[in-house]
DNA sequence: ACAGCTATTGCAAATAGTCGCAATAACAGA
DNA sequence: TCTGTTATTGCGACTATTTGCAATAGCTGT
């Protein structure tokens, strides 16, 4: 309650009100700090506190929060999660195509890129909140992989059993 | 068709076949080759041609393409786009959180980001096909911007008309 | 050209996510 | 504390995306 102080300064600052749905929702991401969650899990778990918040009011206020950069939106391999901004922790992902691991990776690694782009196309990155994908250590040995004119390819010869 | 040859081979490779729903999708996203397609618009072109592709079959036939790298799934401000992957023209997006245009830029800003990456993490980027997101340069200057912690906050004071 | 194997498809049913709208509840101001 | 304004919510309807399964059709080998 106390603790969300800040986050109620940021709604008034923006226009916007700070209901007991959206407390439901910032109690259950702060109480999962770190964790990547569903948008499924997000709602079950806020409605084990408020009982009847509706599925429309999830994605809406995941929407809003996302906006305000309270929250990250990640993009793994099994979909798209949510996890509260970790403070003093800034971190990016990196999703691996073939095992669809998520890795995490200091911001610091986008700092150059972040410099050109602003120099060069005047575009401000925000690099608290993205998903890059590639190939992890493991699947790069594990796998065979080939070469298609400049492509990677799927390593997976033959379906079924 | 014969045009399609080289993604014959690459689908036998993999054990994929190259159906007549598979080359419909081919052919509608190469004739709008540089366009950044919803799966409605693909499934309406691709039914123009092919009379009954079911929207099981797009959605399926665009998760196979964007494993085999033949199209760059897009997040934009408006949802999922697809595009054919632009040979000889590799180039990657960032979208405006405020205005919401997605911009392209040449995936060699990303060389640097991807040498760390491989050295530090021996983690393989794959720079075909990402979209990170901050605000344009229009925007920057249009929007008064203020600090939150270490976060950009949004523009908007008021809601409604 | 034919036969066998199995990847792929359409269909239907299940989920997930979105949207308009009238009722409700924050909140700024008195 | 009371009041007016309007952001927000729940609900129902709607659209989008996913999934299981039996039928179909590529493809490899003969
Ligand atoms: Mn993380
Ligand atoms: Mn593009
Ligand atoms: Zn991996
Ligand atoms: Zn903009």
Redesign the pocket.
Known sequence: MVEFKDY?VL??QN????????TALLQTLTDHKGEHLS??QITENVRSRDQ??????V???LELFTKLHIVNEIKGAT??SYQIVPVGDKHNHIVCEECGTTFDYSSQYLEGLRTMLVQDLRFELHLEHSTLSGVCEQCQTNVSLEQYGNQRLLSRR???T
Do not use: E, K, P
């Not at 009847?52 to 009011?57: K, R």
């Open positions: 109620l709604f008034r226009g916007y009100r700070l209901t007991s749905q959206r948008a499924r009847n918040v509706d599925t429309a009011t994605y809406r206020t979909g798209i033959t379906h079924g």
